[in-house]
């Protein structure tokens, strides 16, 4: 599959309010983050015959928000790309005009992140991967890197990550009217960010125990492989360094 190429057009639609707007938001839901931690932790170390709908309902919130601040900056351009075309800027007869039907397609691409943060938890903490490892399980956080690294290089991540990378074209593609149909190009958005994405949510829950730091990394990471001029090589690179950190992972944990 030819490498496809990063749609300069939301970018240039980009006005310095937006920026400032969208900076403000990323920056107060890494505030929230960076403050609900602990509360989130807890909740990941709850095992999983304790888990109740509260809690669920809380880390599903959390979620969203940890969400928000990871992936609206990589997920700008497409939600930009949408506003625009919906406001008639690109001529399309069908296109609905109103701020809603962003708000829409926006929410369920999130909501779709918040779901597989609940999913991902129900199943990693019956899988008694989730806080401290003892014996063939302190063999998980390598191999999670090693998979990880293994799906970067996957045919599955890079059409994934096809449709992502251009906006403009993914909107015309896929188009739906209608506020149901903001909807359904929200969840498919989601879907196909989810299939670039899963295993990167999977090493931070595993690996990274949910810290700042490795969010900061994955989120940088997210964002680049969607905006530098060589996407799929800089995917690949990215998929060896996880193969070699895994690797070293796993190799530590047979010394130990």
């Not at 709908?53 to 497409?78: G, K």
Request: net charge positive.
């Amino acid at each position: 599959m030819a490498e496809a190429k990063s749609d300069p057009y939301a970018l240039r639609m980009i006005t310095p309010l937006m920026g400032l707007v969208v900076a403000l938001v990323t920056a107060s839901a890494w505030y929230v983050t960076w403050a609900s931690s602990d509360l989130v932790s807890a909740i990941m170390a709850v095992p999983f015959f304790a888990l109740n709908m509260t809690a669920l309902a809380v880390f599903f919130s959390l979620i969203i928000v940890m969400m928000v601040a990871m992936m609206l900056p990589s997920a700008l351009p497409m939600i930009i790309t949408f506003h625009g075309l919906t406001r008639g800027q690109v001529s399309a007869s069908t296109m609905p005009r109103k701020p809603l039907g962003t708000i829409v397609f926006t929410s369920a691409y999130f909501l779709v992140w918040g779901a597989f943060g609940v999913l991902a938890l129900l199943g990693l903490t019956e899988l008694g991967l989730m806080g401290a490892m003892s014996g063939w399980a302190l063999l998980v956080p390598g191999a999670v890197l090693v998979g990880a690294g293994a799906y970067q290089l996957a045919q599955a991540k890079e059409v994934c990550l096809s449709h992502c990378q251009t906006p403009f074209s993914f909107v015309m593609t896929h188009w739906r009217s209608g506020r149901f149909g903001a909807l359904r190009m929200g969840l498919r958005h989601a879907s196909y960010c989810l299939g670039c994405c899963w295993m990167f949510m999977i090493v931070l829950f595993v690996t990274g125990t949910m810290s700042l730091f490795w969010m900061g990394g994955i989120a940088v990471v997210i964002f680049l492989e969607k905006v530098v001029s060589k996407q799929l090589l800089f995917s690949r690179v990215i998929g060896v360094l996880l193969l070699v950190i895994g690797g070293l992972v796993l190799a530590q944990s047979f010394i130990s």
